[in-house]
């Protein structure tokens, strides 16, 4: 029989995974309600119109686009801000600022490789409406509390400004209709390195004295109160440059008071190949093992939705990649804390006992205890090995005799004692016993 395989760059996730997977997307929405954002939802597949007024030249190669039944150009999501962009459009009169959550699948078609799928989960926080630093600060603070939760440590949220490297371009010669190319190279740096960086540069025509300068800045990294005025010295005598690193002076304050030392760093090498963005811009790094890239990422994108046709509207948000996550909490042991045991397992002693021992799973599950139920008739041997697998507080044994005296057999997994207790008393008996642990 031949193998049946998923598609490319996507996966199965089975037992543990979807516990991890859980449990993430239940504390992400936890932090993120906790900071006043409400849920927003959208659907996986939009208009080509609509997923191409993005822009960029990674779109069309990205996406999944093909013809639906109606012969229209649609395409699978490859993201969570453009349909809230569209949203937004057609919806003027939100109160500002609109700060709101999405949790969804997305896919690109994309190289598959560690840490990169074609399909993965997104956990999404955006501010529309507000054009101060401190939205963008906002949405950095939201996706450190998640991995304070789930790291602990061996994180760090790299920040740097599109105007701070449109600064670097201009004080370089460079005219800002190409400044986009230069982004999309600096982009690559942690992936290429400093010679491939150069050698790209010089293959999209710019001279060398240029990318020489642009490379050497990019260097510059550190915390904001010791690396931002030697950003502000470098950028001196533009004025984008200028008004970019006093956006991040005050996003630098503001992360002064709130987080811990060594969880921000101000990184002018920090580009986000999106040709979205216009100001502020974020990706979190994790450190340790395993190896998959950047763990979230996002920035300032105000003229995206004016692309919908909605009118210029100020927007920040940031995106935690669950899946690249989830390898991560694996690999760390995570699943085992998760996997917690059942209140009970029933054991029917062969086949005219199941229907009894259904009745009283039933009447178990309606007050709350968590029971499973042996279906394949196995000996009563082998299900109480399977419910100490199961981590089983209870079995209830369901045997012919004890039902003709009106009553189950019920052990006690942890202390290996075995009680009679009467049909009638079983639910109050488990759990009282239930309740004790």
Known sequence: MSEMRTVRGMRDLMGPEILVRNYLLDLAEGIFQLYGYEPLDSP??????????????????????????????????????????RIVASNPHLPKPFRRYAIGKAWRYDRPQAGRYREFMQADVDVIGSLSPSADA??????????????????????????????????????????????????????????????????????????????????LKGEGSKILPEFRELLSGSSIGTEGVEELEYMAEIFAETTEEGEVEF??????????????????????????????????????????????????????????????????????????????????????????????????????????????????KKLLEIADSRKAKLVVIVGQKDLEKGSVSVRDMATKETSQVAIDQITYYVMDKTLEE
């Open 267 to 380: 990184d002018m090498s920090l580009a986000r190949g999106l040709d979205y963005y216009t100001g502020p811009v974020f990706e979190a790094a994790w450190l340790g093992e395993p190896k998959v890239g950047a763990i979230s990422g996002g920035g300032r994108y105000d003229k995206l939705v004016e692309r919908f046709g909605g009118p210029a509207t100020a927007a920040t948000g940031i995106s935690i990649g669950i899946d690249r996550i989830i390898d991560i909490a694996l690999a760390r042991g995570l699943a085992a804390n998760l996997e917690g045991g059942i209140d009970v397992y029933i054991a029917p002693i062969k086949r005219p006992m199941v229907k009894f021992a259904m009745k009283i799973r039933s009447e178990l599950v309606q007050a709350g205890a968590s029971c499973d139920i042996d279906l394949m008739e196995r000996p009563l």
């Open 138 to 219: 906002e949405v950095v603070l939201v996706a450190l509390e998640f991995f304070r939760e789930v790291l602990g440590e061996d994180y760090v949220v790299r920040v740097n400004n599109r105007k701070v490297l449109r600064g670097l371009t201009e004080k370089a010669g460079i005219e800002e209709s190409r400044s986009f190319e230069c982004f999309r190279a600096i982009d690559r740096l942690d992936r290429i390195g400093r010679a491939g960086v150069l050698e790209e540069l010089k293959t999209r025509g710019f001279k060398s004295d240029q990318s020489e300068f642009l490379v050497d800045a990019i260097d």
């Open 44 to 85: 996986v597949m939009e208009l080509w119109e609509t997923l191409s007024a993005k822009g960029g030249e990674e779109v069309e190669a990205e996406t999944f686009k093909f013809k639906d039944k109606g012969d229209r150009d649609v395409g699978l999501r490859f993201d969570l801000t453009v349909p809230l962009a």
